[in-house]
């Protein structure tokens, strides 16, 4: 069998592992949501004049600003750079693909070169290129009389015809790229599949075209059949589109290369300190405790909140206290870009107002600002919020209406709907969930992020919130119970707040996270241990 066949091959196997990638886990999730509910419908039955639960109110987008400007702003979101990269790429493709079409129909000509066998050992005639009175011969009246003939394919044109294919998919993979979120988990794979194929299909050219050139016997094989300016032209794109573009493009990661900008951007009195170093550490040091979004299953919860040396999270009266220093802050806000959401109760709201974004990270992970939710039964949160006003601000264009729980609404009186109306109105979006006592049953948690299509959400704090999530439990796939929370992040500042300072874990501290959960590794970011434990 002729090696060029690989190409379509290439292509298919492709096309099926990323719907797989794409729609496994979404399949997944929905059929062992069906699956649990029917489990809960035999464990709890309903009662008859129980309303059904609404439907999740549809997901809130950050309003366009019209075509042309949110073009640039996914333009400027990948990196100018990179995007000229995929934009070349997706040229050359189309170049590509426009020469196999070419080289399909060369093949398709009888008046060319008569069947491919015949020239095996005398070339390619360069003097018969003229194709389209080729073309005139072939699809003359004989031959249209005769339907069948027009699909009666030998073997070389099939091989074309199935190159053809194998560039057309990459177009469309191109396509679909130039429009696709920084950092999302889908442009990841994607970029991986092109990259994967397209060096696959240079290998199998180079062994064909360049390997004989090394050789004293070999012809390259290509030759035989097309012309060799189609060949040299097609190997030539190839290899800038295969090899030469990856190698070259930037990666997203470079820009850690300079955290000294990063670092300093948010302060003034860091100016006169020494270089430090292991923030560049805070992404893969993550990635081992919080799983990448493609792989995500079930969805994943991570608890984290940081702590002085004496187990206080807030100064006296909750005052809110400045605990990580900068390492481990950005390390926070890193960990902040790899989740869906992220979780706070109203208290620390209130308390804290806080903005809840990634604004230390470089620019172009400014896109990676999970979906704020506040856990807020009575709807106390103020519609003027900064996480509210951050929605009408130019310098945060990635800020997301934040979700507000509430607790259903059929009881409200008269003040209460007038602060939902007034939320909405700041862009809050409003879920009512049966929160009995005002109070939600957090194992039911991972249900509820799954009908919000939330894949992962890191819960951070106050002290009534890490002190549920540090004993509640759920049930895993096999039903069996485990913690609620995946993994607990905790930062350790080497200063102490005293005892009138807001403590969790009933006072216990680090002990009560130790009573559910192992501690598994501990690492420096700059004056700061952080700890992670894991049931
Ligand atoms: N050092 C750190 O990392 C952090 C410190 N904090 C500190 O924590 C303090 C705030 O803690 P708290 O007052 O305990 O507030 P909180 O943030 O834990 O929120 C408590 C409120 O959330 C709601 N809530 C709690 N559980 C709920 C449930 N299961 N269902 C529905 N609603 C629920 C209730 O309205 C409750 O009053 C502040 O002083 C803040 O500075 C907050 C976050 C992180
Ligand atoms: N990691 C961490 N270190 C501290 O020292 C803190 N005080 C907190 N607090 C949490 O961060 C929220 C503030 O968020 P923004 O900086 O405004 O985005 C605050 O509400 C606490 O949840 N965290």
């Known amino acids: 069998m002729d090696c060029l066949f690989l190409l379509p091959i290439f292509a298919g196997i492709s096309l099926l592992v990323l719907l797989v990638q794409c729609f496994g886990p979404q399949t997944y999730r929905f059929v062992s949501q069906k699956i649990s509910n029917m489990r809960g419908y035999e464990a709890v039955p309903v009662e008859d004049d129980e309303e059904p639960e609404a439907p999740p109110a549809p997901k809130t987008y950050m309003p366009s600003e019209g075509l042309a400007k949110d073009f640039m702003k996914r333009v400027r979101d990948v990196g100018v750079v990179a995007w000229t990269f995929d934009f070349f790429r997706l040229l050359l493709v189309m170049t590509l693909l426009a020469l196999s079409i070419y080289a399909t129909v060369v093949a398709h000509a009888p008046a060319l070169h008569g069947h491919p066998g015949e020239n095996q050992n005398k070339g390619f005639d360069e003097s018969g290129t003229d194709i389209f009175e080729a073309l005139r011969k072939k699809g003359g009246k004989k031959h249209r009389k005769n339907r069948k003939a027009k699909f009666d394919f030998v073997t070389q044109e099939w091989i074309e015809f199935g190159t053809t294919v194998f560039y057309a998919y990459n177009l469309v993979l191109c396509a679909i790229l130039l429009g696709l979120k920084a950092g999302s988990s889908i442009r990841k794979i994607i970029s991986l599949h092109l990259h994967l194929i397209l060096f696959l299909a240079w290998l199998v050219f180079a062994y064909r075209d360049l390997y004989p050139l090394l050789t004293r016997k070999l012809t390259p094989v290509d030759v035989l059949h097309a012309p060799a300016w189609l060949t040299w032209t097609r190997l030539s ?4 589109t295969a090899a030469v573009i990856p190698a070259l493009q930037p990666r997203r990661y470079f820009e850690l290369l300079a955290p000294r900008s990063i670092i300093n951007s948010n302060s003034q009195s860091d100016q006169n300190e020494a270089p430090v170093q292991p923030q560049n550490r805070a992404p893969w040091f993550l990635s081992r405790f919080i799983p990448e979004r493609e792989s995500r299953i079930e969805p994943h919860i991570t608890l984290t909140f940081a702590q002085s040396a004496d187990g206080k999270i807030a100064g006296p009266g909750g005052k809110q206290v400045a605990l990580s220093g900068k390492e481990s802050m950005l390390m926070t806000h890193w960990m902040r870009s790899m989740h869906d959401a992220i979780m706070i109760g109203i208290g620390t709201a209130a308390n804290d107002d806080p903005r809840l974004n990634v604004r230390l990270l470089p620019q172009a992970y400014q896109s990676e600002t999970p979906q704020p939710i506040v856990l807020d039964p009575q709807l106390r949160l103020s519609p003027t919020a900064r996480m509210l006003q951050a929605l009408h601000d130019e310098t945060t264009p990635h800020a997301k209406n934040p979700w507000l729980l509430c607790q259903k609404i059929q009881d409200w ?9 007034a939320l909405e109105q700041a862009g809050a979006r409003i879920i009512e969930h049966d929160m009995p006592g005002g109070r939600m049953d957090l194992s039911l948690l991972p249900t509820l992020l799954r009908s919000l299509n939330v894949r992962s959400v890191m819960v951070e704090g106050g ?11 759920c049930n895993d796939e096999t039903g069996q119970q485990r913690p609620l ?3 607990v992040i905790v930062t350790v500042a080497p200063s102490n707040i005293g005892d009138e300072g807001v403590a969790y874990g009933a006072g216990k501290g680090l002990q009560a996270i130790k009573s559910t959960f192992k501690g598994i590794y501990a690492e420096r970011f700059g004056q700061d241990s952080v700890l992670v434990f894991q049931p």
């Open 413 to 421: 009186d008269q003040d209460i709907r007038k602060r939902k109306a």
């Open 237 to 240: 794109l190839l290899t800038v």
């Open 485 to 487: 929370a995946d993994c």
């Open 463 to 473: 002290a009534s919130i890490i002190d549920q999530f540090l004993v509640t439990t």
